[in-house]
């Protein structure tokens, strides 16, 4: 996981960039407490042996047809128990394939091992790494 040489400090600033996302209403006080931050870290993508070469809740699988390129993050196997197949169903429902569209041909998979973490919004703006960069 290069370039993540502190995860508190990487959460704080995620958190930071999405309360000012010029693209989205600002969240209201009312909703911090409410509010949760995900925060996914994909190792490097590598290239599958076939479709069944990952391992489910592990591995971010990428699916690329053509200049398509759909990814479906590993949290989505653990929080919902999927196996490899339900994953692979998942990943081609994404990508606009059908259930079954991992089946067929000129599609390019890859994997990478990631590792996620969940934490509260309010949480992470309590801590000293978010509170240090606030006062800059």
Known sequence: YEGVVDPASTAASCA???MRDPR?????DSERGSL???LSVFGLWRPMKDAMDFRPGFDSLLVRRGRDVTIL?????AERGYERSDFLERLSLKAGLGAEGWRGEGLVF???ATIWSRRDLVDIEASPAYQK????
């Open 24 to 28: 989205y209403p600002s969240v209201l």
């Open 73 to 77: 993050q590993a949290p989505v196997a």
């Open 16 to 18: 930071r960039g999405a």
């Open 36 to 38: 949760e931050l995900e």
């Open 110 to 112: 890859m994997r990478a």
């Open 133 to 136: 960069n606030e006062k800059k």
